[in-house]
């Protein structure tokens, strides 16, 4: 299977050229030319088999590059039980007899991006030695809070590469920080930025679009790639999962085979929700795909009206892992639906970058509504989600997924869609404690990660081993630097 970016059309890249490259040189995002299409007889076929094996059928599918037995290698590496704390490693949960839940945090920092980042690593280095790349890696991330961990801990002591995450100061949680700024590890930096996750990622674009920049690293025996989910590595892992899901709810008998769910996803970067359109295309028999949004609810208005415009307030809110406002992952979709192809998504990204919106033709409006539905949350929506979920049901949500729980209330209420539905769980709650513990009732008496042993003994569920030992580790890192101080962090990394 070739890749093709976004905003080129012609370029034909191989799999392990994708992901080594992270992000095209015109700017755009490899995308698969074409989606396998899986029959029914497939999705029996999976049934039977353990998640290491699933996502080598899916992932072999895209990869024409490696052979079966380098990704069940790779499966067995990254989702194995030394770091996961679930043997189905994406269990689903019961929560209501027309609603399960997609835990997707029992991974070592305990959030959804372990699913993918435990694999890239992997896919990466294989890559870098069937390219014939002599020059070692260094692996740029902005994150809202969960990518800089999970990809952290991923390429912890990885050969030929080196990792450097960024993040906004004072817009992610306390443990979120404290996971970060204490990662171990001898090729890992940590700096925050001031700004929001916006800036942070605007800053990482315009690095790997320094042309002079790239030649300097180049010169010093190294490149530029990316673990954000612009890089199609951290995408295909993704689609896995929804995969997965799909035969548990066949082999708990919440489906027959063939019949449609819905599917409800918290989203700020638009990846993870993409890659379940990516298994509906395959398919996976996903009906309505429902967007999540917290205050900062651009893509709920793209969607609802396809005028996408981050001219607006950004608010930090208590699920700041969607505090983002220019959804990257948005124009891998636009390249599926726009009939003009490249050409068309150019003039989109064009318009975003010089006036901060873009508006989409009516026929990509309309395929948009056909395939999605949006709603939003705010914050105090939040905290009454997570306590009538804890109430009603006895079940300990984060505040990602209270945004999704409510989305999916919402869509069905307007839309009288009772068909099964699947709500996304991101992250752990013990990760937010903060503001869990008020909303099941709670008030806190002490702070930080003392935080997590109080909301263990209110809830009567012990926390995640890795978010337990967090308050022991010493802080390594404490650099900040402007948005305009990025690159000067880039060349810093690589003289330590």
Known sequence: MRYISTRDGVLRVSAQDAIVRGLAEDGGLYTPEVLPNFTAHAFESMRDMAYQQRAVFVMNAFLDDFAAGELSSFAE???????????????????????????????????????????????????????????????????SGDTGKAALEGFRDVDGTAILVFYP????????????????????????????????????????????????LSKRGWFLSSANSINWGRVLPQIVYYVSAYCDLLNQGTLVPGEKFNVCVPTGNFGNILSAYYAKSMGVPIGRLVCASNRNDVLTDFINTGVYDRNRPFY??????????????????????????????????????????????????????????????????????????????????????????????????????TAPGLVVSTASPFKFCDSVLPAIGVSPVSSGTDLIGELSAAAGIAPPKNLAALGSKPVRFTGVTEKDGMTREVLKMLER
């Open 316 to 417: 930090n809110t208590l699920s700041p892992s969607m505090d983002i406002l220019v959804s990257s992952n948005l124009e891998r979709l636009l390249y599926g639906l726009s009939e003009g192809g490249a050409e068309e998504v150019r003039e989109y990204m064009s318009s975003l970058a010089e006036t901060g919106r873009y508006e989409v033709d009516e026929t990509v409006k309309k395929k948009i509504s056909r395939l999605f539905w949006a709603g939003s949350c705010d914050d105090a929506l939040t905290r009454e989600t997570i306590a009538a979920v804890w109430k009603e049901h006895g079940y300990l949500i984060d505040p990602h997924t209270a945004v999704a729980f409510h989305v999916f209330k919402q869509y069905r209420k307007e839309t009288g869609d």
């Open 169 to 216: 100061k004072d817009g992610v949680s306390r443990v979120q920080e404290l996971q970060m700024v204490t990662q171990e590890g001898k090729n890992v930096g940590v700096c925050s930025v001031r700004g929001n996750f916006d800036d942070a990622q605007t800053g990482v674009k315009a690095i790997f679009s320094d042309v002079s920049l790239r030649k300097t």
């Open 77 to 143: 590496k990254a989702y194995g039980t030394d770091k996961f704390d679930s043997p189905a490693i994406a269990p689903l949960r019961r929560v209501t007899d027309g609603v399960s839940c997609l835990e997707l945090w029992h991974g070592p920092t305990s959030a959804f991006k372990d699913m993918a980042l435990q694999m890239l690593p992997h896919l990466l280095s294989a890559s870098l030695v069937k390219t014939g790349e002599e020059r070692s890696v260094l692996i740029l991330v902005a994150t």
